[in-house]
């Protein structure tokens, strides 16, 4: 395991992606918010249209909410052996769904290798999920960021549906159970004091 300093960035202004939606992420999760501050404006118009149309987020089929279990999963290791998800009980578990084009993903991966790195990673395992539809896009850009956590392939919508992952990036927090403690939609500094009182919330309601 080598360690991924990796420069710090600042994830204010990124939107969120679409799963399976490449030429979206192109367009909107890697423009950054005071570049565009007009076309911003109307989109946010344009979205608060919808939210009032709208009435709540459809679900992923099958999805896990939290306070509940998640299902026993086969996945297919990137940068290491196949694993059960149920082979991580036993240790709270952070996951966090990617992919290689989803620019705010890639953003915050650095974020959570420093993390991993700290006191506060070592109270819980890391490992990501990759829902490239290229095995071989989702290697490339692992090897480029110098990735020391382990990511796994998604396969047939398993895992992205059980996690609810209709937007990247997506983290969840899990407790040594099983049990979904919490979900983040959107970049962030994983390594920041932010983001500890968020991991640190959910990990005490797990006690």
């Known amino acids: 395991m080598r360690r991924n300093k990796g420069p710090g960035s600042s994830l204010q202004g990124f939107f969120t992606c679409r799963r399976h939606d490449p030429t979206q992420a192109l367009l909107l999760c890697s423009v950054p918010m005071h570049k565009t501050r007009l076309w911003v404006r109307l989109v946010a118009v344009c979205l608060l249209a919808l939210a009032c149309a709208v009435p709540s987020v459809a679900k992923t089929p099958g999805e896990v909410g939290v306070g509940a279990t998640l299902r026993e999963a086969k996945m297919h290791g990137l940068n290491g052996p196949d694993r059960l998800l149920s082979q991580y009980r036993g240790k709270p578990l952070l996951i966090n769904v990617w992919a290689s084009w989803c620019g705010p993903c890639r953003a915050e991966m650095g974020s959570l290798e420093r993390l ?3 006191d506060q990673g070592k109270r819980f395992t890391m490992i990501g999920i990759s829902t490239d539809d290229s095995e071989a896009a989702a290697k490339r850009y692992l090897q480029s960021a110098n990735a020391t956590l382990n990511h796994y392939m ?9 996690l609810g992952a209709e937007r990247l990036p997506l983290t969840i927090l899990v407790d040594a159970n099983g049990r ?5 939609y959107g970049a962030r500094e994983w390594d ?7 991991l640190n919330s959910r990990l005490r309601s797990a006690k």
């Open 180 to 184: 979904v403690l919490g979900k983040y």
């Open 192 to 198: 920041d004091a932010e983001s500890a009182v968020w």
């Open 154 to 162: 998604d396969r047939a919508l398993e895992l992205e549906n059980m």
């Open 116 to 118: 991993a790195w700290q």
